[in-house]
């Protein structure tokens, strides 16, 4: 078991270490190939377990919210098992939400096994991984092994989208996950590379704030998904994460201040740097996830394409981020990183920016190659970069729950932006749609206010096929008439949903302003 880390002076990689960076790389491919495969695999899903658009979509919106609500709490769990067992357990149960993935034959059983245990496996893996990385690895080499796995991200993205639509349109999604099983134990089979980062600091448990943080990310994220389900109490759970959030901020404070271990020591966030590398990961993953949430379902409920159509139509986003992604790490040299990200933030703007008045009017899926190449290259810019400026100037005792809010913030973004983004969807497919229809000369007054109420309990984006065949055996004139307002009311709902990542682009654009200028006064970590 190698004992010591990579050389701070040097930047290559030889033996041992360059096959745990590929491994370490290998563990961030599974994390996030894994929602790439059910978001180009929506239709397939819905059709094989007999569900709905909007249940796959709050299942992918959830599994990312366990992992923000439970990361800091996977954090602390690494700094008192050890982070690399961590590690382990967490490859262990992305490895069961894969495998309940392959037989689930129920959404029941995609939301207990694959979003809740998948999601609290990752909230084990993110911190423990990055804790790894900075304790493996030093200098040069740290930063070429924190790009390797940015450029692991960026892969997963531009080979999730193609080959799981492959493997669902010729064979089935369900193959997809056994891959993703068998990845994990190449990954396990390694295990013995890794050398521990033992934590010096101290090891009491903060419940309260382990509960606090829950409630709080939890809440928030939850909320909006039981407003896309059209459920009651929305505004309750929004104020209970809201407060929860307060209360946890307050509640560091105080037992930093009285020398008891806190789940997150709120020092961290006297560094300016921190806060604003932890902020921008969230504002990237805000506009990472709204794009794959409104995206993919534009492709298979508008254009009806089949998951390989689905695959290919975004390959232009997924290839242009993993290949800028993978320059980047190797060109940035001496560059500022927070000069890099703010391109980053401009590419990913323009590119949504391109891609909105462009929805309504395409008519294929390559319609959409240069805003997506030009979103992608934005992204792969910020991948490259953004773990690397907020994890390199921490110490050694605090990686850890650095690296856990670091993570926190990415997971709850990634799961704040699919959540939102699909819930203002089908609000606004509700509204225009019911607007539509009574408004409409052709659809009697009865008519009407059926299509009104169906709505007012279950909004849902549909293919015309599939509202076709709900239909059947109404008056042609009819079935004409929704099926136009079907049409017409789907495209300006999934502009209205690529709204959450513009704005998330042009929040960090303004935030990566600061970023440098924090950099150059940061007091040097011990």
């Known amino acids: 078991m190698p004992e010591d880390r990579t050389n701070s002076s040097g930047t290559n990689l030889e033996g041992s270490q360059r096959l745990l960076a590929l491994l370490l790389a290998m563990a961030m491919f599974v994390l996030v190939v894994d929602t790439s495969l059910m978001n180009v695999s929506i239709s397939a899903v819905v059709r094989d377990l007999g569900t709905t658009v909007s249940g796959v979509q709050a299942a992918i919106a959830l599994e990312a919210l366990v992992s923000a609500a439970f990361i800091l709490i996977g954090g602390k769990v690494g700094d008192l098992i050890g982070r690399k067992r961590a590690y382990v357990m967490g490859l262990l149960g992305y490895a069961v939400g894969a495998s309940a993935m392959a037989l689930a034959q129920s959404l029941t059983a995609i939301i207990v096994f694959w979003a809740i245990l998948g999601g609290i496996g990752a909230s084990l893996l993110l911190p423990a991984m990055q804790s790894l990385i900075h304790g493996n690895f030093e200098g040069g080499a740290q930063k070429k092994v924190y790009a390797l796995v940015g450029a692991a991200a960026a892969i997963a993205a531009a080979v999730g989208p193609l080959l799981g639509g492959f493997i669902t349109t010729f064979l089935s999604w369900r193959v997809a996950f056994v891959l993703e099983v068998v990845i994990i134990a190449i990954v396990l089979s390694g295990i013995r590379l890794v050398r521990d980062v033992p934590y010096t600091g101290p090891r009491g448990i903060d419940t309260v704030g382990a509960g606090l943080s829950v409630l709080g990310m939890g809440g928030i994220v939850l909320g909006i998904l039981v407003w896309q389900e059209g459920g009651e109490a929305v505004a309750a759970l929004l104020v209970v994460g809201a407060l929860a959030l307060a209360g946890l901020g307050y509640w560091l404070v105080r037992r930093k201040r009285r020398g008891e271990p806190p789940l997150l020591d709120p020092d961290l966030f006297r560094s300016t740097v921190f806060r604003l590398g932890i ?45 800028v992604a993978l320059l980047a790490g190797k060109k940035a040299g001496d560059r500022s990183p927070s000069t890099i990200v703010r391109w980053g933030f401009v590419l990913v703007t323009i590119g949504v920016a391109i891609l909105i008045p462009i929805v309504p009017r395409a008519e294929f899926g390559w319609a959409l190659l240069l805003p997506l190449a030009i979103a992608g290259s934005g992204l792969g810019l910020l991948v490259s970069q953004l773990n690397n400026y907020t994890l390199a100037p921490i110490s050694e005792e605090h990686v850890s729950e650095a690296a856990g809010a670091n993570s926190a913030a990415g997971s709850f973004g990634l799961s704040f932006g699919l959540a939102f983004a699909g819930a203002i969807m089908l609000a606004t497919l509700s509204i225009t749609f019911t607007a539509m229809a009574q408004s409409s000369t052709v659809l009697p007054p009865a008519d009407q206010q059926h299509v009104a109420q169906v709505l007012e309990d279950d909004a849902e984006v549909m293919s015309n096929t599939q509202l076709e065949q709900l239909l059947v055996g109404q008056p042609p004139e009819i079935r004409d008439e929704v099926v136009r307002i079907n049409t017409d009311a789907r495209p300006l709902a999934l502009q209205v949903a690529l709204l959450v990542p513009l704005l998330a682009g042009l929040a960090g654009l303004l935030n990566s302003f600061r970023m440098r200028r924090a950099q150059e006064l940061a007091p040097p970590q011990p």
Do not use: D, H, R
């Open 279 to 323: 902020s921008q990961q969230m504002l990237q993953q805000i506009a990472l996830g709204g794009t794959m949430i409104a995206l993919p379902i534009y492709l298979q409920m508008v254009l009806e394409y089949n998951a390989m159509q689905a695959g290919l139509s975004l390959a232009p986003l997924s290839l242009s981020m993993f290949g």
